[in-house]
């Protein structure tokens, strides 16, 4: 079973900074995209960042230049650097791990708890 714990998120002021990680315990398929996804109160889930096994990102546009996502595959852990913050990004923070399996179901989602982030302005 696997498990994703969350960390670092917090309150900052506009223009800070916060790191969150996120670490997978249990066994994780090899090919596997781990990432970040938010909610703000009222709206509907979005993507933050995305990173594959093969450490290639994905940012949506309204992060990109602000946001740094990494991973440590020896770890399985994934990290979000949140720079320059905005009281817009002030959302719930949650990690994601996606599978790509050989077998069905082909692709397979895990959800941390989610990890909040407020950015006061």
């Known amino acids: 079973q696997v498990q994703l714990v969350e960390s670092g998120g917090g309150l900052v002021q506009t223009g800070g900074s916060l790191r969150l990680s996120c670490a997978a315990s249990g066994s994780i398929v090899s090919e596997n995209t781990m990432g970040w996804y938010r909610q703000a109160p009222g709206k509907q889930r979005e993507l933050v960042a995305t990173?594959?096994?093969?450490?290639?990102?994905n940012y949506a546009d309204s992060v990109k230049g602000r946001f740094t996502i990494s991973r440590d595959n020896a770890k399985n852990t994934v990290y979000l650097q949140m720079d320059s913050l905005k009281p817009e990004d002030t959302a719930v923070y949650s990690c994601?791990?996606?599978?790509?399996?050989?077998?069905?179901?082909?692709?397979?989602?895990?959800w941390g708890q989610g990890t909040q982030v407020t950015v006061s302005s």
């Open positions: 990173v594959t096994s093969g450490h290639v990102p």
């Open positions: 994601n791990v996606r599978e790509y399996r050989v077998v069905a179901p082909y692709q397979f989602d895990y």
